[in-house]
């Protein structure tokens, strides 16, 4: 009964301990968005000396009454991204229940609270007079936008996807 009585004891010790080891799920205190989704993704293209091309892809829920005025990229300390945004919008397809998701450009000033948009960096710099003046002692790996003429931003960390080796 002792014995019984102790491996009890220990199995609910060890459970509450697993409980209190769990993660919580990550949420964003940025006011401006939630993030849905943020991948990275490589291309290798088949020729060696051809290189590698590096595909950013985030998914935002903009939250803010306050719209944005533009948004850069910034992936590292060096590097300095343009993006394009855009909403998904869901067409039907050939067959009934099938469908697609297309991209629309979305201005600015279209945005209001609520909007899920698709953010893709499209070219970049690694000139650092490219970049704002303000936000070039900022942190890489971020998301910039500017909303009512002061920039704010966002760390993301981006899901690696697997690499796309071409023939």
Known sequence: MRILLIYST?????????ACAQTKKATSRNPYFDVKAATVRKTLMG???????????????????????????????YEWSDVSVAYPERRAGVVAGDYMIV??????????????????????SDEAED????????PGSALYFKVDGKWKYQVLKPKKLPDIVMP
């Open 47 to 77: 020729r060696q000396e051809s290189g590698a091309r590096i595909s950013y892809h985030f998914t935002i829920i903009w939250k803010s009454k306050e719209k944005p005025s533009v948004f850069y990229w910034r992936p590292n300390a």
């Open 10 to 18: 220990a199995i609910l010790m060890l459970g509450s301990i697993m």
């Open 103 to 124: 991209e629309k450009t979305k201005k600015y000033s279209d945005i209001k609270a609520g909007d899920e948009l698709i953010v893709s960096p499209h070219s970049h």
């Open 131 to 138: 970049m704002p003046k303000e936000l070039v002692k900022k």
